[in-house]
């Protein structure tokens, strides 16, 4: 599984995460889940929902900006949160992404964190890494 953490130091009204994945698939699930956890606490999510979820861009960082875009708009327009999920990334121009989204109906017993609005363009990284790729994503909160 990969890494991510906050950076402290970007901005006030954003939320910068940096990311680390052995592959590019494990680097889109990292990211998937370093969202969650901003949004709410995984632990208080009841799994009751499974998306499959397809999404095609012409570069790589774009696909990954349309995949934290897509789990943004799925958290505005239906209240769902996903707290698992399996990624496949393939191509190279256009680039595609399918996944498989587990999660649930955020509800009174979701332990709420962070509201974020749009992932940014600001400091926006993708980039291979000694062992692998890593990203930084600004997200608006």
Not at 27 to 32: K, N, S, V
Not at 84 to 89: E, F, I, K, Q, T
Request: aromatic share 6%; charged share 30%; net charge negative.
């Amino acid at each position: 599984m990969g890494s991510w953490r906050i950076a402290e130091d970007v901005a006030l009204a954003d939320c910068a995460v940096d990311l680390e994945g052995a592959d590019l698939d494990d680097l889109f699930e990292t990211a998937a889940l370093a969202l969650l956890s901003l949004m709410v606490d995984p632990a208080t999510v009841t799994v009751t929902v499974e998306r499959d979820v397809a999404l095609e861009a012409e570069q790589l960082d774009l696909l990954l900006y349309d995949w934290i875009s897509e789990l943004i708009f799925l958290k505005d327009r239906d209240r769902c949160v996903f707290t698992r999920c399996r990624v496949r990334v393939t191509g190279a121009g256009p680039c595609r992404l399918e996944a498989r989204i587990e999660g649930g109906s955020l509800d009174a017993s979701t332990a709420l964190g962070a509201d974020p609005k749009a992932l940014t363009l600001h400091q926006f990284a993708l980039a291979r890494a000694e062992g692998g790729w890593r990203a930084r994503l600004v997200i608006d909160l």
